[in-house]
Nanobody, 122 residues
Framework: QVHLVESGGGLVQAGGSLRLSCAAS????????MGWFRQAPGKEREFVAC????????SYEASVEGRFTISRDYAKNTVYLLMNSLKPEDTAVYYC???????????????WGQGTQVTVSS
């Protein structure tokens, strides 16, 4: 059983940065691949980034590649998403997820966080 709690969302100007945190309780992060997803108004939830449980390899959706960085802190049992050069189209509710990944591909979500709002103004 894993409980995920996101934080760090808020309002930021275009071009700015924001770091999201996902604190996990229960099973350690090493038991799961961790991912970030987002859902903008009127759109479906989409994959943003993930980090593998074993290798630590990362994968990103094309639109955020080079701007976002996913990382883990095992001591704090926390996953981060550093978002740089933010654009208005990045505005969405961001969700943390614990699941499974096959290579660089996210395969299954086992647990979801509650989500945190990120709003990027022009």
């Amino acid at each position: 059983q894993v409980h995920l709690v996101e934080s760090g969302g808020g309002l930021v100007q275009a071009g700015g940065s924001l770091r999201l945190s996902c604190a996990a309780s229960g099973r350690t992060l090493r038991s799961y691949a961790m991912g970030w997803f987002r859902q903008a108004p009127g759109k479906e939830r989409e994959f943003v980034a993930c980090i593998d449980a074993n290798s630590g390899s990362t994968s990103y959706e094309a639109s955020v590649e080079g701007r976002f960085t996913i990382s883990r802190d095992y001591a704090k049992n926390t996953v981060y998403l550093l978002m740089n050069s933010l654009k208005p189209e990045d505005t969405a509710v961001y969700y943390c997820a614990a699941g499974s990944a096959y290579g660089s591909r996210w395969s299954q979500t086992h647990y979801w966080g509650q989500g945190t709002q990120v709003t990027v103004s022009s």
